[in-house]
Each structure stands twice: as structure tokens, then as C-alpha cells.
């Protein structure tokens, strides 16, 4: 036989893509931190900080003990518990929605939502602005799907006009890099022009918008109505981990049937669920939480402001502050870092504008003098603009 030549490394290019990050300050790395951090944490998406709170704890603790640790399988086989259609009733009646289902994770209910609710020749008109899990949903849904500019619903009646068949129009009540929110309620109209569904991810609203932190949505009168479906996050406000879509009964036991996020995946574990079901009930007995979390942001970003630095209005908890570079964000947020401040750091891919920045998160159990000291850090080891 005639000699072969070597055989390449098929992951031989992964080199060149890692040495092309590092160059535009793209390369990302874990860094594990350890359960008693000394920073001063503005980077967690804990808006109310429930993740540590006893009772959170405390239920986790005790669904662990009760039901093990993990869900055994999948929610059609073994995985769901009394805890889970617990979890599923009571956040449906805060939210002002007939029926919820719990989900793995917020990203698993996004992709559950919008393959279910879509098939080939359906058309979803998705906002720019859209977090990454909105983006794999319409990709995974085999839709047709038109990309829209942000916040902009003169562009969404466009993209839906003249289409003949299944619509669905997808946006974030509260977008993730900047934390401004969507125009809901001209959107929702919009879509009842064409008989369109609405889908509304409120990963960002729930637990900081609406009356007590019942959503976006509930501000929005849209809660409950039977077009409307909204998707949450139960690792934010919640201080948990999991997802759960909410909407018209039908429309969820359709999903039980049809998406294969839920059908197919592990259910979540019992003391996710646990702790998410003990922290809805404190926002309950404690709605002061909400108001708090966006009195911090308000704080935080006017302060900013007046200290020169382009931030953008925050509509909820979350406070984007620019950078002049990718690299330039990397080195401010190390910065922080090693002052005792923890923040987190956006750049591309993770920021549709492509612009750098950095990204505050408010939490509710913050003092004001954390809140001065966190400022002091940022304006000080700020780049030059």
C-alpha cells in the first residue's frame, strides 16, 4: 500500500481561534471563587439577595433531605414531584398567569417555548436585542424568523406584514446588556393587529418590576391574557436555579407534550425547586424587595453619571457602563477586582452594539454605603474615554 501522510489534528485550528481572543481581549477563562469571597459582588444576577438567605437555604436543605438530590429523570417519567406542581401553582398566581411549567434552566424554557409554539412556514419576529437563548430558539425551531431592531415595533408590524400563516413575536421584557425594557404594550399591539402570539422572556422583570415584583408583564397589563406567554428564570430574583414558562393552560399542557427541552431533559432538582418556591413566598410577604433593587440601580446610575461616565438608564436592576474598548473593560474590571469589587464584564460576542462594557447588577440587600463605596472603585479605576 501506497504510504498515507500523517493524519492533521482535527482541532489543530482551536489554537489559532484562542490566540485571535486573546489578541482583541475576547479570551474568556473560568475563575472559580470561593464560598466566602471577600468582593463586594455587583456582578451576580442575585437582584434580591436570596440566594443566601436562611429560609432559601433552609428550603434547599430540606427538599434535598426529603425528595434527594436530583429529580431522578425526566418530568414524564420520574422527575416531577409534589414540590414541583407546587412551585409551578403558586408562581402562576403571583405572575397573574392560568398555568406554569418548570423547566432545568430559563435558557431550556426559551428554547421549550419557542420550538412548541412554532413549525416550519411560521414566521418569529425577534427583537436585536434578544438574549442568546432567544436566538437559539429561533434557530432550533426551523421558523422562519426575521431579526428586528431593537425596541422598535413600527419594524415588528413590517416584519409581520403580508406573512400568511402562524406568527410569533419574541422580545425580552428587560434586556440583559443594558437593562433597558421593551415597549410591551405597543408590541402586544402589534401582534393582535396580525393575530400573532407575544412571548416575553422576564428573566430580568420578575422579582424587580411590577406591583411586589410580579413582572414585567403584570405592569403591563398583559398577564394572563390568551396570546401572551412569558418565560422566566428562577436564578435571578429567585436566588434558585431552573426556568418555568407561564401562559394559557393549553398552551402549557401543549408544551408537556411537544417541547423537547422538557420532555427530554432531567427534571430539576428538588432543592432548586425548594429554594425557588421559599423565595417566592418571602418576595411575597416582603414586596419591599422589588422597590429596593430599583432604588439601587437608580442610585447607582446617577452617581455614575454625575461622576462623568457613560451609563446607560437602568428600566430595572441592571447598570451598563461603558468601555472605550474590549480590552480596555478587561483590564477595568480587574481593576475592581483587586479593590474588593466584584462586576461583571461584556464584550463581544456577548454585546449585540459589539461596545464593550461594564455590567452592574443591583441587589436589594445593599446599604448605601456599599453602594458609595462600589461608585468610589468604579470612577477611580475608570479608563480614559
Known sequence: ????????????????????????????????????????????????????????????????????????????????????????????????????????????????????????????????????SIVDGCRLSRADTAVVPHADPEAVRKAIDGHDGRALVVTDSVFSVDGDAAPLLEHAAVAREFGAALVIDDAHGLGVLGDGGRGAPHAAGLAGAPDVVTTVTLSKSLGSQGGAVLGPAHVIDHLVNAARTFIFDTGLAPAAAGAALASLRLLRREPGLAERAREVSASLYTRLTSAGLAAVRPDAAVVSVRAPSAAAALRWAADCRAEGLGVGCFRPPSVPDGVSRLRLTARADLTDEQIEGAVDVIVRTAPPM
Not at 62 to 77: E, F, I, M
Not at 101 to 124: D, E, F, K, P
Open 1 to 132: 500500500m501506497p504510504d498515507r501522510p500523517p493524519p492533521s489534528n482535527p482541532f489543530g485550528w482551536i489554537g489559532e481561534e484562542t490566540a485571535h481572543r486573546a489578541r482583541a481581549g475576547l479570551l474568556r477563562t473560568l475563575r472559580p471563587r470561593p464560598a466566602d469571597s471577600p468582593l463586594l459582588d455587583l456582578a451576580s444576577n442575585d437582584y434580591l439577595g436570596l440566594t443566601r438567605h436562611p429560609e432559601t437555604v433552609g428550603a434547599a436543605v430540606a427538599a434535598a433531605r426529603r425528595w434527594g438530590a436530583g429529580a431522578t429523570g425526566s418530568r414524564l417519567v420520574t422527575g416531577s414531584t409534589a414540590l414541583h406542581a407546587e412551585l409551578e401553582r403558586e408562581i402562576a398566581e403571583f405572575t397573574g398567569f392560568e398555568a406554569a411549567l418548570v423547566l432545568s434552566s430559563g435558557y431550556a424554557a426559551n428554547l421549550a417555548a419557542l420550538t412548541a409554539l412554532t413549525a416550519r412556514g411560521s414566521l418569529i419576529v425577534s427583537d436585536a436585542g434578544n438574549h442568546a
